[in-house]
């Protein structure tokens, strides 16, 4: 399927001229796609929609522009897109290829695109669509709240590879993961002005969406969950320059 791809590139880059027009397969949700760095995520149907199974790794927004690494202790501030990883020191190697890299929100929202051509930063309301999916009990919420007692386990991964015994406050109990959805969350933490080396590493994971909390333009809404619960939370507790994970959903 990839050498079809290639060639339907080229044929498309020269007009087909001198060499087969070859029509584009049809995206099937559950195949494997690329970001412009040539990452590939396994993708994943869960109720009407479509989501990449991992968190968003790329460097450069979908017109080449490379995204800033940001590691210094600025990070935090920044009113312009910047990601974000682990040192070394703090976690163990491959930290990005595993659990993707931490954005700002105004990395995750630019205009040149984060996600890959055809994809996008889920709104607040499309969040709350995966979350019933995944649980006919959930809840819409106005504000910060439970949305679901039961999602967050559903959708992490099971045992302590990727989540640890405890959040950082104490909190704990090791195996909440079933990933019975087929989510496969991992613990990446998050990071703020105030963490240089960031977060709570495999005891949470926070989740932009495209929705600015109306009452507080510096906030966005986003979903979080943690490794000593089952719950998913929809809260405002992150402020946009802040380095959260991203999940892009099919547009």
């Keep these: 399927m990839d ?25 099937t949700c559950g195949d494997k796609i690329s970001d412009i760095d040539g990452n590939s995520y396994n993708t994943l149907k869960i109720g ?26 600025t990070f935090g501030i920044a009113t312009f897109g910047v990601r974000t990883s682990y040192p070394s020191a703090v976690v163990p190697g491959g930290y ?30 499309e969040w ?17 709240g439970v949305q679901s007692s039961t999602a967050g386990g559903a959708m992490k991964t099971i045992g302590t590879d990727h989540w640890d015994d405890a959040d950082q406050f104490g909190n704990y109990s090791p195996t909440t993961g079933t990933n019975s959805s087929g989510f496969s969350a991992v613990g990446t933490g ?3 002005k105030n963490a240089l080396n960031g977060t709570n590493f495999r005891g949470s994971t926070w989740w932009w969406s495209a929705t600015t909390d109306p009452s507080n333009s510096d906030k966005a809404w986003l979903r979080f969950i943690n ?20 999940r892009c959903l099919k547009e």
């Design 227 to 246: 490794t000593y619960q089952t719950d998913v939370y929809k809260n405002n507790t992150r402020n946009k320059p802040d380095g959260l994970a991203v």
């Design 3 to 27: 050498e079809i791809r290639v060639r339907w590139k080229k044929a498309a880059l020269e007009n087909c001229a001198g060499v087969p027009c070859v029509v584009a397969p049809p995206f």
């Design 190 to 192: 998050y990071r703020n």
């Design 48 to 73: 009407a929609q479509c989501w990449l199974k991992e968190n968003l790794k790329v460097t450069r927004y979908n017109d080449g522009t490379l995204i800033p690494d940001s590691t210094s202790s």
């Design 128 to 144: 709350t669509i995966l979350i019933k999916s995944i649980d006919p009990n959930a809840v819409s919420l106005s504000g910060s």
């Design 96 to 125: 990005v290829a595993t659990y993707g890299y931490l954005y700002n929100w105004f990395a995750a929202t630019d205009s040149r695109k984060l996600c890959p051509a055809g994809w996008k930063l889920p709104t607040d309301d």
